[in-house]
Structure formats: structure tokens, C-alpha cells
T-cell receptor
Framework: DQQVKQNSPSLSVQEGRISILNCDYT??????FLWYKKYPAEGPTFLIS?????DKNEDGRFTVFLNKSAKHLSLHIVPSQPGDSAVYFC????????????FGKGTSLLVTP | DAGVIQSPRHEVTEMGQEVTLRCKPI?????LFWYRQTMMRGLELLIY????????DSGMPEDRFSAKMPNASFSTLKIQPSEPRDSAVYFC?????????????FGQGTRLTVV
């Protein structure tokens, strides 16, 4: 039962344009959301997060938006750079479940020059 | 800090053999997680520990899988006997409770191939 869903397996964007990666979740008990970035042959690395009490968090070129009513979050990368090409995983944590994360299947982003 | 260290990086074994994956978490972290990545299921949580105690092993697929954490600096994930469908990348991650940002730090993973 996939509680965190990333419905786009891949995305291709031109350098300098905006990349928008989407994520949907089904469990209303999730209270904290994270995005991880993964390069081939490496482990996922933390990128940005957002608490359920907020609707936006920004860190440089990366912004995460949360729409709780729609159970949807998105990651915006502006401007996109070739080095951003990687697999992006959306993850969520459930209230009172410790610090275990539920991950989506990932979206492979390719930024072309 | 060297980060989360996993060994081996790659493991190829024959069906029926025992496989042991190892993990050294970041010093001072009190949570340790084992994840498995496959094309079909993505990143799925197998088990996690808090202060060396297993908290939730509901993600462990079968009794063939077992995990231990004998001390704060070492954990193992064992598969016995291994089967071809266990082929995947296994990640270990650790995190520190009590921080505002509770992100987990991942190791580089062990790519397991069972033939």
C-alpha cells in the first residue's frame, strides 16, 4: 500500500527553466514531509523539508509547497541546472511513529543544456 | 563525521546462501533504519531501531530476513536463505531525535544480487 505517490516516473526540463516535481499522499496523519535527491550509486541525500503547519518552505533555488486539503506537495527548482539531474524522492513522516519515513517511488529529473 | 557506512558495497551470492549486510550509523544518532530499493516498490522501510531496540519490523518481508543492533555503532541485516527476488539495493540510514529537522542520513547502499 503506497501511501506516498509520485506519479511521474520521469521529467525532462531545459536548463534555466523551472522544474516542478509532484507528490501525493493518502495518510492524513503525516505531519512532516521531505524531499531527497539521489545520484546513481549513491544514497539519497536530504534536500528540503516542510512541516504540516506550513504551506511553503524555500531554500535557495528549491521551494516546497504543501496543500494539506489536497494531500499534495510539490518541489520547485528555479532555475534548473544540469547538476540537478537526479532521482527525487518525496517522503513523509507519520505523527507519533518515531522518525521512520514513507517514500514515494521517485521521479527521475533530467535537466538538458 | 564519515557519515553512515555500509559494507559491502556490492554482494553477489547464490540462491540459498546466507547474506549479511552491515551498517555503522553516524556517531550519536539514536535511530537506525534499513530500507530496500527496488524498481517495483521504490524505497521501502524494512525495520528501524531506537537506542538499539527494534521498534517496527513490519516491513520485513519474510522470516528469512532478520536484523540486529548489538550496540549503538553497528547493525546487521541478514537474509537466510537468500532468493533471487531479494536482489535490490539495501540502504541503512540514521537520524538524531529531538532536532527540528528530522531528516535521515543514508549510507551509499549495498547492491545485492542473488543468482
Amino acid at each position: 500500500d503506497q501511501q506516498v505517490k509520485q506519479n511521474s516516473p520521469s521529467l525532462s526540463v531545459q536548463e534555466g527553466r523551472i522544474s516542478i516535481l509532484n507528490c501525493d499522499y493518502t495518510n492524513s496523519m503525516f505531519d512532516y514531509f521531505l524531499w531527497y535527491k539521489k545520484y546513481p550509486a549513491e544514497g539519497p541525500t536530504f534536500l528540503i523539508s516542510i512541516s504540516s503547519i506550513k504551506d511553503k518552505n524555500e531554500d535557495g533555488r528549491f521551494t516546497v509547497f504543501l496543500n494539506k486539503s489536497a494531500k499534495h506537495l510539490s518541489l520547485h527548482i528555479v532555475p534548473s541546472q544540469p547538476g540537478d539531474s537526479a532521482v527525487y524522492f518525496c517522503a513523509a513522516r507519520r505523527i507519533n511513529s518515531g522518525y521512520a519515513l514513507n517514500f514515494g517511488k521517485g521521479t527521475s529529473l533530467l535537466v538538458t543544456p | 563525521d564519515a557519515g553512515v557506512i555500509q559494507s559491502p558495497r556490492h554482494e553477489v551470492t547464490e540462491m540459498g546462501q546466507e547474506v549479511t549486510l552491515r551498517c555503522k550509523p553516524i556517531s550519536g544518532h539514536d535511530y537506525l533504519f534499513w530500507y530496500r530499493q527496488t524498481m517495483m516498490r521504490g524505497l521501502e522501510l524494512l525495520i528501524y531501531f531506537n537506542n538499539n531496540v527494534p521498534i517496527d519490523d513490519s516491513g520485513m518481508p519474510e522470516d528469512r530476513f532478520s536484523a540486529k543492533m548489538p550496540n549503538a555503532s553497528f547493525s546487521t541485516l541478514k537474509i537466510q536463505p537468500s532468493e533471487p527476488r531479494d536482489s535490490a539495493v539495501y540502504f541503512c540510514a540514521s537520524s538524531l531525535s529531538g532536532r527540528p529537522n528530522t531528516e535521515a542520513f543514508f549510507g551509499q547502499g549495498t547492491r545485492l544480487t542473488v543468482v
